[in-house]
């Protein structure tokens, strides 16, 4: 009779909503943090929201972002690191904070293997080499003789040392066997002022940051860094089509800090795919120029692997380090 009792109760307390003593919640049951170590307004930020809304959506908390830029995306890198392992931090990233930063950089202050636990990669980013409307070379053949016949005559902005579009450039010296001169700014909007202004001749700039440039004619789109060419730029080729090997993109993914329960990875890797799904996202992917990844924690970390790898070599080879 006791336990009937008992069983009638817990019953009552579900029906009206109420956990047993003891039980556990579901996962999430507060607002969850989405830590951008990039600046407000940038592609990664504007990805970040667009997925965050999504999330909040379907898992009835909000996902509150927060910016937390500064030091190549390694001071809102470390900070999520530190935050509990607990489903409720979780850091929105590019890869060249998490694949590059801990080659560049003598100390990022995290490990991005050790650290972290994968949830899943949303999108990639290519970028484009991009030339004033002046320059010699009307495609990337042309480009690719010019240079080679040319040694150390051409230059190229950069964001600055150690940035992407930095290493893209010393990727295609060295699987191309080319010899451009690299001209670092801090940031790449006074970069790209300057080759706009016809100061610089070349940069590599991402798509959704140079698109309207090169539809309005300001600048000439000769490759992309992807490993196939984008739709929105179908007549541009890879850069991988003439020089073999060559590849590097920029991929937005969502971490969490190492030993976040699994039951949490899962409720947000399950979300983020239903939100990728969704008709509206592909769309306002498509807008930004974003190619959709979906990643699952297994290939995230694999990715990862891969590119640590491939930045590893490719700042050895440029020489680039930032204390």
């Not at 999520?80 to 990022?108: C, H, M, W």
């Not at 579009?165 to 006074?190: C, F, Q, S, T, W």
Request: glycine fraction near 8%; hydrophobic fraction near 45%.
């Amino acid at each position: 009779m006791a336990l009937k009792k008992l069983a009638a109760v817990l019953a009552a307390a579900a029906s009206f909503g109420l956990a047993a003593p003891g039980a556990q919640a579901a996962y999430p049951d507060k607002p969850v943090t989405v830590i951008v170590p990039q600046a407000a307004g940038g592609t990664n930020d504007i990805v970040a929201r667009i997925i965050s809304e999504k999330l909040a959506q379907q898992l009835g908390q909000p996902f509150v972002v927060q910016n937390k830029p500064g030091a190549g995306g390694n001071i809102g890198t470390v900070q999520a690191a530190r935050e509990a392992a607990d489903g409720y931090t979780v850091l929105f990233t590019i890869s060249s904070a998490q694949a590059i930063n801990p080659a560049i950089y003598k100390d990022p202050g995290f490990d991005p293997v050790k650290d972290f636990a994968p949830v899943a990669a949303v999108g990639s980013v290519p970028n484009a080499l991009c030339v004033h409307p002046s320059f010699p070379a009307k495609s990337l053949k042309e480009f690719i003789a010019l240079v080679k016949a040319n040694p150390g005559k051409y230059q190229y902005a950069s964001a600055g040392n150690g940035t992407l579009n930095h290493l893209l450039g010393a990727m295609l010296d060295e699987k191309g066997g080319l010899k451009l001169e690299h001209i670092p700014y801090r940031g790449v909007a006074p970069g790209m002022a300057d080759v706009l202004g016809g100061q610089v001749p070349i940069i590599f700039a991402s798509l959704p940051s140079s698109i309207a440039n090169i539809q309005a004619g300001k600048l000439r789109a000769l490759g992309v860094s992807t490993r196939q060419r984008n739709p929105a730029l179908p007549d541009v080729p890879a850069i991988g089509e003439q020089i073999p090997g060559y590849a590097g993109e920029l991929w937005i993914a969502m971490y969490v800090p190492r030993d976040t329960p699994k039951a949490a990875i899962d409720s947000l890797y399950q979300a983020t795919q239903k939100a990728l799904a969704s008709e509206d996202i592909k769309k306002k992917f498509a807008e930004l120029g974003v190619e959709m990844l979906n990643d699952n924690p297994a290939q995230l970390a694999q990715r990862l692997d891969d590119d640590l790898k491939l930045w590893a070599d490719i700042v050895k080879s440029s020489g680039a380090q930032i204390n």
